[in-house]
């Protein structure tokens, strides 16, 4: 046995992400030598500010409404195997969400984990809205009114004080995605605060398994031109690292997908900017020099990343009140559908139109180019549309009342009776909206801090 | 007056492959070539100004290009194709995700003698 590998499995890519992923996961990591680990990334900008309302409601709640489906199918496993636990679940409550995952413990009548809760993260626990407002943004709209949530992203020191504390499972709320990856790494391996190449490439690394199947080959598969075998199955991805910062993605054993050269290439520029330059709380990752090998059949080595010294600012996400947006479709069928659904989009343009109100609104018909259009100009490149097929035109807006976004799903429902030939298939969605703003704020401001509960606390 | 056809006109989707992502009303697409041998042919054809061109009805201000010759493949980062981005776009597609595909849509002039080399890394996943 080695302490010159680590293993690191994820369960989730995100909030919504397949709930038996883990399972096979943990399996794998089971037979391993090493230290091991699985983390679950839960945590999208607009996930936390639902999850502050929900604690406002209810003090008890505001962890993520996934934990108890990522957790506890795994819980007893990983207790039993040394597979400890990192994830964000936490959300806008980690301590409630600890608290809940002790009682699964007992529920299922397994060990008592040991868990760290990390917290620290909430801006407005230390700098009122006035100073935060007083920051200037740079990512998304400008502050608005009615702020919900202001998380910042701490990065993966106090993961690591965590495990360095003995947590079978650390439960935080915001942090960078990669510090999930990074945090257990910078236990094991003891790196520094300035060993910026290895902080480097366990970043990388934590970028590769921070979306969960996306490096194994889903979110890739295109039919005739990528294929990829058991998509329905698809494993999610371990890697291993090492002291030295080499890196190895494969995937859990006895599932589908595929890792290859193509299906980590695809993740590793997965929203990044500048190649030289991917800020984090913890390092600036470049992956300009970076290569891909095909070590075996489904891992493949990742080299090559390096790193310069961490910003002096800290990214922080400002969640407020966005208004409505309202949503309605439906749909036009079989011969001259084209011509009926264009009927359908000018009637609900020209109602909208003598409302007169100064609502943004937009009228699409899918199964021609929506996504691709642009708000007040098409593609240019859509081909010509047949005028006989399958069609659904959609009409959406964009308010600040919730009547203006009911009012225009209830236009879209008028059709029924009121618009063109042979209308079906009504639905309406009505959203309130969150919006983000994005400021750094001087990392020296915030003091993130790591509690215990259950065993040994 | 001869004409010589000596290259055929392919989309970008039969040499290389890409993914999208968000931030703000900013989008990155990535473009991957198949094989190495079409980082050369990437590099001559699509280019910033293209790209600004393709996602002009979007209201894109500004294309960078990053090249990653080791990989081999081109970051494009897009500023103003998200309409908005994720807080207030209409559009359908909050995060832009299908636009990598509206990008390997874009036509690129293949030589004749270099279409089966270069097609010739699809499908091996």
């Known amino acids: 046995m080695t302490k010159n590998l680590v293993h690191i499995g994820c369960g989730a890519g995100f909030a919504g992400d397949r709930k038996d992923a883990g399972g096979p996961v943990v399996d794998t990591l089971a037979t391993r030598d090493g230290p091991k680990y699985l983390i679950f990334e839960t945590l999208a900008e607009r996930t936390l500010a639902l999850a502050q309302k929900q604690k406002q409601r209810d003090p008890e709640r505001g962890y993520s409404p996934f934990l108890e489906a990522y957790v506890r199918p795994v819980l007893e496993r990983c207790l039993a195997n040394n597979i400890r636990i990192v994830s964000n679940f936490g959300a806008a409550n980690p301590a409630g969400g600890a608290r809940r995952i002790l009682e699964i413990a007992k529920e299922i009548g397994c060990r008592h984990p040991r868990i760290a809760v990390v917290s620290g993260d909430d801006l407005l626990s230390v700098m009122d809205e006035k100073e935060i407002r007083s920051h200037k943004t740079i990512e998304g709209l400008p502050i608005g009114d009615g702020i919900v949530a202001a998380n910042t992203y701490i990065g993966a020191r106090p993961i690591a004080e965590a495990l360095a504390g003995g947590a079978d499972i650390v439960v935080v709320g915001r942090t960078t995605d990669p510090a999930l990856v990074l945090g257990p790494l910078i236990h094991e391996f003891g790196w520094t605060e300035e060993d910026w190449d290895a902080l480097a490439a366990g970043t990388l690394a934590g970028h ?8 194994t080959g889903a979110y890739f598969a295109d039919p005739g031109f990528k294929d990829v075998p058991d998509l329905a199955h698809v494993g999610f991805p371990i890697a291993t690292i090492s002291r030295e910062g080499a890196i190895r993605v494969g995937k859990a054993d006895n599932t589908g997908g595929c890792v290859t050269p193509a299906t980590v290439k695809e993740q590793i520029l997965y929203e990044m900017h500048d190649p030289s330059a991917y800020l984090t709380a913890d390092v600036v990752l470049d992956i300009s020099g970076v290569s891909v090998e095909q070590a075996s059949e489904n891992v493949v080595a990742v080299s090559g990343a390096r790193g310069k010294a961490r910003p002096d600012t800290l990214k922080t996400t400002i969640s407020f009140d966005g208004g409505w947006l309202g949503e309605a479709e439906i749909s036009y069928a079989g011969p001259n559908a084209l011509a009926r659904a264009e009927l359908a989009r000018e009637v609900l343009s020209e109602r909208a139109r003598e409302r007169g109100s100064n609502a943004e609104y937009r009228f699409d018909i899918i199964g021609t180019s929506s996504t691709f259009d642009g708000g007040s100009a098409p593609y240019p490149g859509a081909g010509t549309a047949a005028a006989d097929g399958d069609y659904r035109v959609r009409a959406a807006v964009s308010c600040h009342s919730r009547e203006v976004a009911e009012d225009l799903a209830d236009e879209v429902l008028s059709l029924y009776c009121s618009g063109p030939a042979g209308g079906g298939g009504f639905r309406r969605n009505i959203t309130a909206q969150i919006h983000t703003a994005s400021i750094l704020v001087d990392r020296n401001r915030l003091s993130p801090s790591v509690q215990f509960i259950g065993a040994g606390a | 007056m001869t004409v010589v056809l ?10 290389a492959h ?69 807080n207030s776009t209409l559009n359908l597609d909050l995060h832009g995700k299908t636009l990598s595909f509206m990008l390997l849509d874009l036509p690129v002039e293949v030589p004749l003698d270099r279409v089966q080399e270069l097609t010739r890394g699809r499908r091996q996943g």
Not at chain 2, 24 to 33: D, H, K, L, Q, Y
Not at chain 2, 53 to 75: D, Q
């Open chain 2, 6 to 15: 000596d290259t055929l006109r392919l989309r970008l989707h039969d040499i």
């Open chain 1, 208 to 215: 590769l398994l921070e979306c969960g199947a996306q490096v």
């Open chain 2, 18 to 86: 890409g993914r999208s992502g968000d931030k703000g009303n900013r989008s990155n697409i990535s473009v991957i070539p198949y094989t190495e041998a079409a980082y050369s042919l990437l590099l001559d054809q699509v280019t910033e100004e293209r790209v600004l061109a393709l996602f002009a009805h979007k209201g894109a201000s500004a294309v960078t290009r990053y090249e990653l010759p080791n990989l081999p493949a081109l970051n494009f980062v897009i500023d103003d194709a998200l309409e908005g981005g994720v």
